[in-house]
Nanobody
Framework: VQLQESGPGLVQSSQTLSLTCTVS?????????WSWIRQSPGKGLEWLGA???????YYNPSLKRRASISRDTSKNQFTLQLTAVTPEDTAVYYC????????WGQGTQVTVYW
């Protein structure tokens, strides 16, 4: 299973961040929970949310409803949208498959500037 994140490396504060994870080697509709996780400078990993293979979606409450996760089954992709970003959202963002094994994308750096 391979995952690849894509999206803008720079986002202006107050805008919406959109990231896409393209999956190969597995179908997002038949197995795994597909997650977004980030790591801010000097901090640990933070789970943002996930979409299950059934389409059910789960979020980290700390994001206060700023996050939205969806999927495009025709492209075998899932996406993260994070609204009203601030420099506190600067991080390396990873997509991840959680199941009987875990798989990770390589991560993509996102920097939020004023």
């Amino acid at each position: 299973v391979q995952l690849q994140e894509s999206g803008p490396g720079l986002v202006q504060s107050s805008q919406t961040l959109s990231l896409t994870c393209t999956v190969s080697g597995a179908s997002i509709t038949t197995d795994y929970y597909w997650s977004w996780i980030r790591q801010s400078p000097g901090k640990g990993l933070e789970w943002l949310g996930a979409i299950g293979y059934t389409g059910s979606v789960y979020y980290n409450p700390s994001l206060k409803r700023r996050a939205s996760i969806s999927r495009d089954t025709s492209k075998n992709q899932f996406t993260l949208q994070l609204t009203a970003v601030t420099p506190e959202d600067t991080a390396v963002y990873y997509c991840n498959a959680q199941g009987h094994r875990d798989y990770w994308g390589q991560g993509t750096q996102v920097t939020v500037y004023w």
